[in-house]
C-alpha cells in the first residue's frame, strides 16, 4: 500500500463522513426552525411544511439516478456537484426573504442531500477498496464511520439547530453547512481520485425520476390541502387521479427502459418487499413525529418551549436511536430478523398509543417515556429490515434493492410527514371551530396524529410478522452496529465488501 493510496483513502474518508454528517445534521434540525422562520417570513407553519415534504420528494427521485449519474459520468463529478447544489441550497435559504424561497431552496437541497449520500458511499466503497486488497478491514471500517457520521449528524441537528436558532437566527445553521460544504468540495478535488463503472450502460432513466416526482407531487399536494379542499373535492380528487396515472406511467416505463430506476423483478421478492415495507412506515412514522413534536414544544399554548429546549428535548429520541444500534444486530442474530422488527413495530405502536392520549395539561416529562419508546422501536424494525432488504437478494441486485430502501425513506417522511401536519391543523381548527380551548385544540391534533401513527405501525407489525421470515440477521460485528445506527437514514448492506462497493449505484 503506497502512501499516495493511504492519502487517498484518507480523503475520500474525511470528505465523505464531513459531508454525511452535516447533510443529516441539516436535515434533522430543518422543524426546530420552522417556528422562528415562519415568525421572520410571515408563511405560516402549516405552508412550511413543504420546507420538510419538498426536500425528501425530491430527494426520493434523486437518490438512485444520482448514483447511476457517478456511475457513468464519474462519481467525484457528480459529488461535487452535489456539494455546489448544496452550498447553492444554502445561500438561498439564509437569503430568502418568504417562505416560498425557503421552501424552493429545501427542494433544490433534497436533490443536493440525495446526491451527496448515494455518491458519496459509492466514492467512499472505491475510494477505499485498493487499501482492503491490499490487506485489512479499511474498507468495513470506512463504511462504519460513514454510517456512524450520519447517525451522529441526525442526533445533534435538532440540537444544534436550537442552539444556532437562539446565538445567530435561523439562517445561522445555512451558513456554517454552506462553509462546511465548501471544505468538503475543495478536499474532494485536492485528496480523491475520479472513479467510474465502466461496465455499466450509459442509459439513464431520467424519465422514471421525473415520473417519481409527479407520483409524489399531486398525492402529497392532495394530502396537505385536503383539510382546506375536503378530502372528496373535485380538486383533492384531482390530485389523486394524476398521481395514479403518473404511477402507472411509471411502472409502464420501467417495464420498457434499458436500465429501469426500480427493477419490477424485485417487487416478487416478498422479504424484499415486506422490508421496505417497514422502512417506510419506519422511517415516515418517526419524522412525521419529530415534526409534530418540534411545533407543538415551541407552541405557546402548549410547552412553550424555546428553539433550543426543543432542540433538547428531542434529544433523548436521537440518542436513543444511536444507543440502541449496538444492540440490534445481536438480537437479530439471536432472536431472528423477523422477531426484533416485530418488538421494534409493538415498541413504536405502544409509544404512539400513549401519545394518542396527549392531553393539554402534560408536561414534557409526560412525553419523555412514550418518545423514547417510539425511538427505540424505530431503531429495532429498521436496523434488521435494512439488512434484510440487501441480504434476501442475489449478488447481482443488492445494489437495486439497497436503492429500493433508501427511496422508500424519502418516500415515507414525504408522505408521513404531510399527513401528520394535515391531521393536526386539521383537528386543531376544527376543535376550536368548535368551542375548545386553544391548548385543548392543539392537543387533540396532536393526539389524533399520534393515533393515525399507531394503526400504521400495527399494520407494519402484522406485515412484518407475515413477510420477513427467511432471513436470520447479520453476523453482530462493528459494521453491523453502524449499519443499525444509520438505518433510519440510508442502507448500508452488510453481506459482503463487494455488496457495500455496489450500494447506491
Known amino acids: 500500500m503506497t502512501a499516495r493510496t493511504v492519502s487517498s483513502a484518507a480523503g475520500v474518508l474525511a470528505a465523505t463522513c464531513l459531508s454525511t454528517l452535516v ?24 405552508d412550511l411544511q413543504w420546507a420538510v415534504t419538498g426536500y425528501s420528494l ?126 468538503c468540495m475543495v478536499l474532494t478535488y485536492v ?16 424519465l422514471g425520476a ?39 406511467l411509471f411502472l409502464v416505463v420501467e417495464r420498457r427502459v434499458k436500465v429501469p430506476l426500480l427493477d419490477l ?33 415551541q407552541s405557546p399554548v402548549a410547552l412553550g418551549f424555546s428553539p433550543l429546549q426543543a432542540g433538547l428535548a428531542t434529544l433523548p429520541a436521537t440518542v436513543g436511536l444511536v444507543v440502541v444500534a449496538p444492540l440490534v444486530p445481536r438480537l437479530a442474530k439471536g432472536f431472528g430478523a423477523r422477531q426484533t422488527i416485530g418488538l421494534g ?27 423514547v419508546a417510539v425511538a427505540i422501536g424505530m431503531g429495532l424494525s429498521n436496523g434488521p429490515a435494512s439488512s434484510a432488504a440487501t441480504a434476501s437478494v442475489p449478488q447481482e441486485q443488492v445494489g437495486g434493492a439497497s436503492g429500493v430502501s433508501n427511496m422508500a425513506r424519502y418516500v415515507g417522511a414525504a408522505l408521513a410527514t404531510a399527513l401528520a401536519a394535515t391531521i393536526y391543523g386539521g383537528v386543531d381548527a376544527n376543535q376550536r ?15 389524533a396524529a399520534s393515533w393515525m401513527f399507531a394503526i400504521i405501525s400495527s399494520l407494519a407489525l402484522a406485515l412484518s410478522v407475515l413477510t420477513i421470515r427467511r432471513h436470520r440477521g447479520t453476523r453482530a460485528t462493528l459494521q453491523d452496529s453502524a449499519a443499525a445506527a444509520a438505518a433510519h437514514l440510508h442502507t448500508l448492506p452488510t453481506n459482503t465488501l463487494e455488496a457495500v462497493s455496489k450500494e447506491a449505484r
Not at 427542494?107 to 477498496?129: E, H, K, M, P, W
Not at 416478487?268 to 411545533?295: E, H, K, P
Not at 375548545?436 to 392543539?442: C, F, N, Q
Open 23 to 46: 447533510v443529516n445534521a441539516n436535515t434533522s434540525a430543518v422543524s426546530i426552525l420552522l417556528p422562528a422562520i415562519s415568525a421572520d417570513t410571515g408563511t405560516s407553519v402549516h
Open 58 to 183: 425530491v430527494g426520493a427521485a434523486v437518490i438512485i439516478t444520482s448514483g447511476s449519474l457517478g456511475d457513468v459520468f464519474g462519481r467525484k463529478r457528480v459529488f461535487q456537484l452535489g456539494l455546489l447544489l448544496f452550498v447553492v441550497s444554502c445561500v438561498m435559504i439564509a437569503l430568502a426573504g418568504s417562505g416560498a424561497m425557503v421552501i424552493a431552496g429545501r427542494a433544490i437541497q433534497g436533490a443536493a442531500g440525495a446526491t451527496i449520500l448515494a455518491c458519496g458511499l459509492s466514492l467512499l466503497s472505491v475510494g477505499t477498496d485498493d487499501a482492503s486488497r491490499a490487506g485489512g478491514d479499511d474498507q468495513l471500517r470506512s463504511i462504519s464511520l460513514w454510517g456512524a457520521a450520519a447517525a451522529v449528524g441526525a442526533a445533534a441537528g435538532p440540537l444544534l439547530g436550537g442552539v444556532l436558532v437562539e446565538l445567530t437566527g435561523w439562517q445561522g445553521l445555512f451558513w456554517i453547512d454552506a462553509g462546511v460544504a465548501l471544505v
Open 191 to 206: 485528496t480523491v481520485a475520479e472513479s467510474r463503472d465502466p461496465d455499466r450502460p450509459r442509459s439513464i432513466d431520467y
Open 210 to 248: 421525473v415520473l417519481v416526482a409527479l407520483t409524489l407531487t399531486p398525492l402529497i399536494l392532495g394530502v396537505s390541502m385536503s383539510g382546506d379542499w375536503g378530502w372528496f373535492s373535485a380538486a383533492t380528487l384531482g390530485c389523486f387521479a394524476v398521481a395514479v396515472v403518473a404511477g402507472w
Open 265 to 297: 423483478a424485485l417487487l416478487r421478492n416478498r422479504v424484499l418487499v415486506g422490508s421496505t415495507i417497514a422502512i417506510l412506515v419506519g422511517a415516515g412514522t418517526i419524522n412525521g413525529l419529530m415534526y409534530l413534536l418540534s411545533l407543538y414544544f
Open 345 to 371: 413495530f409493538l415498541l413504536t405502536t405502544a409509544g404512539f398509543v400513549a401519545i394518542g392520549f396527549t392531553d393539554a395539561s402534560w408536561r414534557y416529562a409526560t412525553f419523555l417515556i412514550p418518545l
Open 433 to 447: 371551530l368548535a368551542g375548545a380551548a386553544e391548548a385543548d385544540a392543539l392537543a387533540a391534533g396532536l393526539a
